[in-house]
Structure formats: structure tokens, C-alpha cells
């Protein structure tokens, strides 16, 4: 394991967010779980239930990355629940090291590092914030 991908690995650890301490109920897992398997991907960090939309009702937020595939794809997915259980509402493809920030007010904030960090500045995260709106997920500048 060379000295850089030792930096990332310990720079995404450290990413701690606030509501890793709260686990999604059993329903809400196992969606999240068939989205996984479905993309045959692994979660990206955690996954957390917010309500984006102010409807009163909380949705599902978490980032997966595809599993074995040199370039893996990788995106922010919100499920919302229905009658029947939770199913994909939204989407949005993302790119280098990324793992589910926080989610507040309504605004989901995604961590990611970069594919190939310089030397002198290996741990440099980014911010990208995203808000659901109109069953979309859009840049929340």
C-alpha cells in the first residue's frame, strides 16, 4: 500500500459524520441493501434518513460505488417510502473519493477527495452540496 493511498484511506476514516450513530430502520435497510446489490456496489460511508422535501416523511440518503471494476461508477441515491416500502426517487452520478457527508435542513453534503491527491496536500477534501427538488437532485450552490 503505497504512502498516498494510505493518506486516503485515513482521511475518508476520519470523515465522521453526525448521524452515524443513528441506523436506518429494518425496511429502510434492506432498500438500501437491493440498490446494492441491484448496482452490485457497496455503500460509501453511511447512510441517513432526512426529510428533503419538507413533506414530514423521511427519505434515504446514501452514496454506493461499484465493487471490482477499474473505474468505478459512483453516485448520491435518495429513496423515498411509500405504501409498499422505500424505492429510488432520485440520482446523481459523482466522481473521485466520496463518502456521505451531512444531511441538514434539507441539504445533503457530500465529501470527496481526489482520484490522485498532489504530494504536498493528500487529506484536501470538497464539499458539494446537493438539495432534492421537483424529484431531482440538484446542485444547491
Known amino acids: 500500500m503505497t504512502v498516498r493511498t494510505l493518506a ?16 436506518l430502520p429494518a425496511p429502510a435497510k434492506a432498500a438500501v441493501d437491493k440498490v446494492l446489490a441491484d448496482e452490485k456496489a457497496e455503500l460509501q460511508g453511511s447512510s441517513t434518513m432526512a426529510d428533503l422535501d419538507g413533506d414530514g416523511t423521511p427519505e ?18 435518495v429513496l423515498a417510502h411509500a405504501h409498499d416500502g422505500y424505492h429510488p426517487l432520485a440520482s446523481t452520478p459523482l466522481s473521485g473519493e466520496v463518502v456521505l457527508g451531512d444531511v441538514k435542513d434539507g ?35
Not at 485515513?10 to 441506523?23: E, N, R, T, W
Open 8 to 23: 486516503l484511506l485515513v482521511a475518508l476514516l476520519s470523515v465522521a459524520p453526525a448521524h452515524a450513530a443513528d441506523p
Open 60 to 77: 434515504v440518503v446514501f452514496v454506493w460505488s461499484q465493487l471490482g471494476v477499474a473505474h468505478p461508477k459512483k453516485a448520491l441515491v
Open 107 to 141: 441539504i445533503i453534503t457530500v465529501v470527496r477527495y481526489p482520484l490522485h491527491p498532489p504530494k504536498c496536500c493528500p487529506s484536501k477534501k470538497y464539499f458539494q452540496r446537493y438539495l432534492l427538488m421537483a424529484g431531482r437532485l440538484v446542485d444547491a450552490k
